[in-house]
């Protein structure tokens, strides 16, 4: 009978995880990292006496954060939604539409960005 290793996560962010199978060519799981990295950073904006995070999805959240936004937070976040529907979610599942590196590129970029600019 063969043991099983377990599988143990690395200490590193959904970004640095999706930078490094970004780098590897593995798209498909780099986008799975960028959108557990998206929620968590629309999670960390909206306040817990806000939202109920658990019941939420991305698309509520993205909502929600839209609609407390201005500015630059807002442009970022309108086109993050435009990326999430079309590259990022497309990805994760069985779609067979094309997606370019770049796009994906792009949309990792936006997200650092976002996440600096809601820090701030």
């Not at 590897?24 to 990292?33: D, P, S, V």
């Not at 998206?38 to 995070?53: G, P, R, V």
């Not at 094309?98 to 820090?119: C, I």
Request: glycine share 4%; net charge neutral.
């Amino acid at each position: 009978m063969k043991i099983q290793k377990a599988i143990l996560k690395q200490d590193k962010s959904e970004i640095e995880r999706a930078k490094e199978y970004y780098a590897k060519g593995e798209y498909e799981i780099c986008a799975l990292c960028l959108i557990k990295y998206f929620e968590k950073i629309l999670k960390e904006y909206l306040t817990l006496k806000d939202y109920n995070y658990e019941e939420l999805g991305l698309s509520d959240l993205l909502g929600r954060a839209i609609s407390k936004s201005s500015s630059e937070n807002k442009t970022i976040l309108k086109k993050l939604n435009s990326d999430w529907q079309h590259i990022l979610n497309p990805l994760s599942h069985n779609d067979t539409r094309s997606v370019y590196s770049q796009e994906l590129k792009s949309a990792m970029d936006d997200l650092e960005k976002l996440k600096g600019l809601l820090t701030q």
